[in-house]
């Protein structure tokens, strides 16, 4: 079993749509949560993280952690076709090294 | 101009072959990583160097060797190449200052077919 689960899509949505994009993790000691969001033919980018459990908004994305149930979510309001990209949660205890586990990406387009 | 390039882009070769992939950096950054991304599989850490002479083996460095030629260079290598090493390559940057999240930033990939 994967540390990081991620549904890989793809999802397709139409313009203005809100989308929930999901991840569930199996190690208990991981305490910070991101997302990464990757255009086609580019680098993954940071796009937000959240410490420990709570809510984080920024502008029309939100992210949330739930870590009783060991479940994150990315919400985009109001989605532009801009938004269409691959979405990779990543995760990391705290400490030092840090690595992060990544999650395999959810494929988003939305659509005009 | 590129804060970490990777080169070669595109690179086609044959079974047993030796191959290297290079990454530069100008961030300034101490920490350098190698991942290779698989569909469905996601990122996975190959190797990861958090100084010049600092080494370290990711999850899935069989048949991978790495070289910290400096604090701006890191390179992969693959002694022999094999057809499942197929895949996308990304060289990433961190700064071991920068607080909370270890956020790494990812040159724009090289993509690697074995043929």
């Known amino acids: 079993q994967k540390e990081v689960e991620q549904d890989p899509g793809p999802l397709s949505v139409p313009e203005g749509a809100i989308v929930s994009l999901n991840c569930t993790y199996s190690n208990s000691a991981f305490q910070y949560f991101m997302w990464y969001r990757q255009y086609s033919r580019k680098g993954p980018e940071l796009l937000m993280y959240t410490y420990s459990s709570g809510n984080k908004e920024d502008g029309r994305f939100t992210a949330q952690v739930d870590k009783s149930s060991k479940y994150i979510s990315l919400f985009i309001r109001d989605s532009q076709p801009s938004d269409s990209a691959t979405y990779l949660c990543?995760?990391?205890?705290?400490?030092?090294?840090?690595?992060?586990?990544f999650g395999s990406g959810t494929q988003l387009t939305v659509l005009p | 101009d590129a804060d970490v390039t990777q080169t070669p882009r595109n690179r086609i070769t044959k079974t047993g072959k030796r191959i290297m992939l290079e990454c530069s950096q100008t961030?300034?950054?101490?920490?350098m990583y190698w991942y290779r991304q698989d569909p469905g599989l996601g990122l996975r850490l190959i190797y990861y160097s958090f100084d010049v002479k600092d080494i370290n083996k990711g999850e899935i460095s069989d048949g991978y060797s790495v070289s910290r030629q400096a604090q701006a260079k890191f390179s992969l290598s693959l002694e022999s190449a094999i057809p499942n090493q197929t895949a996308l390559y990304f060289c990433a940057t961190s700064d071991s200052r920068d607080s909370p999240t270890n956020e790494q930033f990812f040159g724009p990939g090289t993509r690697l077919t074995v043929l």
């Open positions: 990543a995760m990391t205890p705290s400490g030092s090294a840090r690595q992060l586990t």
């Open positions: 961030k300034g950054h101490d920490r």
